[in-house]
């Protein structure tokens, strides 16, 4: 089992920045992809950005140019750089992993004022 615990939400002004990172443990070794997602009130869990194994990325058209989904050398931290934010942005945003099984965080707020 892997897991994951994300770190970084806030409150931050349209325009602003914010890095979001999440702690991985446990059984890395099984792991295929690490990414984020985000979910807004009243809405579905909606990807945001993959890394897969290999370190390609995949990103949401939404987020695409704005946003960053990088790790460390060791795999033990998948970050999400997110500048110039948008109100729409504003959601809880979950750490996910995938290989022999999904596993997801606690999730971090991130709200955006406009």
């Known amino acids: 089992q892997v897991q994951l615990v994300e770190s970084g939400g806030g409150l931050v002004q349209a325009g602003g920045s914010l890095r979001l990172s999440c702690s991985v443990s446990?059984?890395?070794?099984?792991?295929?992809?690490l990414g984020w997602f985000r979910q807004a009130p009243g809405k579905q869990r909606d990807m945001v950005a993959i890394?897969?194994?290999?370190?390609?990325?995949i990103y949401a058209d939404s987020v695409k140019g704005r946003f960053t989904i990088s790790r460390d050398s060791a795999k033990t931290t998948v970050y999400l750089q997110m500048n110039s934010l948008k109100p729409e942005d504003t959601a809880v945003y979950y750490c996910?992993?995938?290989?022999?099984?999904?596993?997801w965080g606690q999730g971090t707020q991130v709200t955006v004022s406009s």
């Open positions: 446990g059984s890395i070794f099984s792991i295929n992809a």
């Open positions: 996910y992993s995938s290989g022999t099984k999904t596993d």
């Open positions: 890394i897969t194994r290999s370190g390609s990325t």
